[in-house]
Nanobody
Framework: QVQLVESGGGLVQAGGSLRLSCAVS????????MGWFRHEDREFVAVINW?????NYADSVKGRFTISRDKAKSTVYLEMNRLKPEDTAVYYC????????????WGQGTQITVSS
């Protein structure tokens, strides 16, 4: 069982930056893919292969957001720069086994509000 706990949300002005963290526990992550999603409909934001470190991004955040992971800390990060009001959302961290299509584990979410 994988547990995910997000932190780092808050209020920021447009053009500002925030970094989200997702602390992971309960399982080895070597065969997992970690993703960030937002809104209640779980809009895709970014994904990282835990073992290889390869990444992918939604077009709406490409060039502004960076996903990374710290293996020693079992933590996934989402560095968000040049934030826009339309980035306002609840952001969720999620995990799936590399061989699975669906994300089986989700964090509780953290609110990001970008003021104009």
């Amino acid at each position: 069982q994988v547990q995910l706990v997000e932190s780092g949300g808050g209020l920021v002005q447009a053009g500002g930056s925030l970094r989200l963290s997702c602390a992971v526990s309960g399982s080895s992550l070597e065969h997992y893919v970690m993703g960030w999603f937002r809104h209640e409909d779980r809009e895709f934001v970014a994904v990282i292969n835990w073992s290889q470190g390869t990444t992918n991004y939604a077009d709406s955040v490409k060039g502004r957001f960076t996903i990374s992971r710290d293996k020693a800390k079992s933590t996934v990060y989402l560095e968000m720069n040049r934030l826009k009001p339309e980035d306002t959302a609840v952001y969720y961290c999620a995990a799936r086994n590399f061989g699975s299509r669906d994300y089986d584990y989700w964090g509780q979410g953290t609110q990001i509000t970008v003021s104009s």
